[in-house]
């Protein structure tokens, strides 16, 4: 067994340290958590739900130390932190009693039969949840889980090890042995959990991994639930905003350090409005700051590490060297941190254009009429979510024939409360969040009586 480091990326000092969990325990994970699955389920979805809802008053008195960690983990700036982590103490109660709601019995009748669809829990579930939202992915991913009576096995990014543990011990406090295990690793564990004898995957992550998650999974038809990466388009109309446009540009670009699954990443404005919507958003770039997460003023934090801020200056140069331009970028930065770039004259065929970028990078190109726009910003595997600024009725039109899984309408693509996180294309498979996203943790049975 080695230790696995945790190493803050803005200063690249040691956080901390777990220990790697060997491939025979990741085995022994598994079979502890078959052996207590008998016993989660006899407690029923009331039982389950309950039992986690007492956790809420520990996760409530733990946000601060939670919120410090992850931005010494991951670099997410402070206040982004404490965004993050208190989110999911506003909701923890209301979710936990949303989640039972969706798994409760269903009935449904005809004039000759009666029938009833319950929600039985599938096995052993494993999540496998991203860096960029260490508390977050794990809330939604674990609670449904669990609550559907899968004993869970928790495996967090090798890059934020230790809010992954920190949260999971707080559910654990309150949990019965061995329903709530964590697993700390890299790939390899991954790949151990995937190929075991569990019968659900939920993971969140790149499309690369998700697609070896499948391939795997098809092998024993386990069930997956597949979060994977976007290439979000924003589509600025003829008659749009333009402030509201850039602002929502800009926020949604270099926010986190563009390190977001529904970052904006490809941008097409109409020419009519194209120049003054650049020069507008280059103004915004350079009132970024960048720098360490907890320092006052900050806006931009580092990247997750020196691989990541790599990729994404490999995209921006080959991007440049087949014609796109610079409008703008931050000078250059030591160690992980990358400053805000605004690139136009972006071509579809680009690396910049259709690989995740996951950077600060805003990738900027003119269309000349709707059609165009609609036809270009499909034009990608990925179909995560997407944007649409303009009148509002042709931005509704516009905003349909868009092959993403959300898509919003003058603001950013995420729903109301009680609505799924949903990706098309290559972007997912499965879905988490809202009722029918709960519903995915959970085996559905139909009992049918006849009707006296």
């Not at 200063?11 to 989660?40: F, H, K, M, N, Y």
């Not at 052993?124 to 609550?147: F, K, R, S």
């Not at 070896?212 to 924003?234: C, N, T, Y």
């Not at 726009?373 to 868009?402: D, F």
Request: charged fraction near 20%; hydrophobic fraction near 50%.
């Amino acid at each position: 067994m080695s230790e696995l480091w945790s190493v803050n990326p803005s200063t690249g000092a040691v956080v901390g340290s777990v220990q790697r969990t060997s491939l025979d325990e990741v085995a022994q994970a598994i079979g502890r958590a078959r052996a207590a699955a008998p016993a989660w389920v006899r407690l029923g979805i009331e039982g389950r739900a309950a039992l986690l809802a007492t956790a809420e008053p520990a996760l409530r008195a733990a946000a601060p130390k939670l919120a410090r960690l992850l931005t010494l983990e991951m670099g997410k700036i402070a206040r982004d932190a404490v965004g993050e982590v208190d989110h999911v103490v506003s909701v923890y109660a209301s979710d936990v009693r949303a989640i039972a709601d969706a798994l409760a019995p269903q009935v449904i009748e005809d004039a000759r039969l009666r029938s009833e669809l319950v929600r039985d829990p599938l096995g052993v579930a494993v999540c496998i949840t991203p860096w960029n939202y260490p508390v977050l992915m794990p809330h939604e991913q674990i609670l449904p889980a669990l609550i559907a009576g899968n004993p869970v096995i928790f495996k967090p990014s090798e890059e934020t090890p230790l809010v992954g543990q920190a949260f999971a011990a707080l559910l654990q406090a309150v949990l019965p042995p061995d329903v709530l295990q964590v697993v700390q690793g890299d790939g390899e564990q991954g790949r151990a959990l995937v190929a075991g004898d569990v019968d659900l995957i939920a993971f969140t992550g790149s499309r690369a991994t998700g697609l070896h998650i499948a391939a795997q999974a098809a092998r024993s038809l386990k069930r997956v639930v597949l979060e994977l990466g976007g290439k979000d388009p924003l589509i600025v109309l003829p008659g749009a905003e333009l402030d509201a446009a850039v602002a929502f540009a800009a926020r949604n670009t270099f926010g986190n350090a563009g390190q977001v699954c529904v970052s904006t990443e490809r941008i097409f404005v109409h020419r009519e409005l194209h120049d003054a919507f650049v020069a507008a958003l280059v103004e915004r770039a350079k009132s970024y700051t960048v720098g360490d997460g907890f320092a006052p003023g900050v806006r931009v934090g580092p990247m997750v590490h020196a691989r990541q801020k790599q990729l994404v200056l490999d995209q921006v140069a080959a991007a440049v060297v087949d014609g796109a331009r610079v409008a703008w970028a931050h000078d250059p930065l030591p160690g992980c941190f990358l400053g805000p770039m605004v690139l136009t004259d972006v071509v579809d065929t680009m690396r910049l254009a259709q690989e995740e970028t996951f950077g600060p990078v805003a990738s900027v190109s003119a269309f000349a009429t709707v059609d165009e726009a609609i036809v270009r910003a499909n034009a990608t595997r990925y179909a995560l979510g997407a944007s649409v600024y303009g009148p509002e009725a042709l931005a509704e039109r516009v905003a349909r024939r868009l092959s993403a899984g959300m898509v919003g309408v003058n603001q950013g693509c995420g729903g109301a409360a009680g609505t799924p996180w949903v990706g098309a294309r290559q972007s997912g498979m499965g879905f988490h969040s809202g009722a029918e996203g709960h519903r995915n943790f959970a085996q559905v049975r139909v009992l049918t009586w006849a009707k006296a």
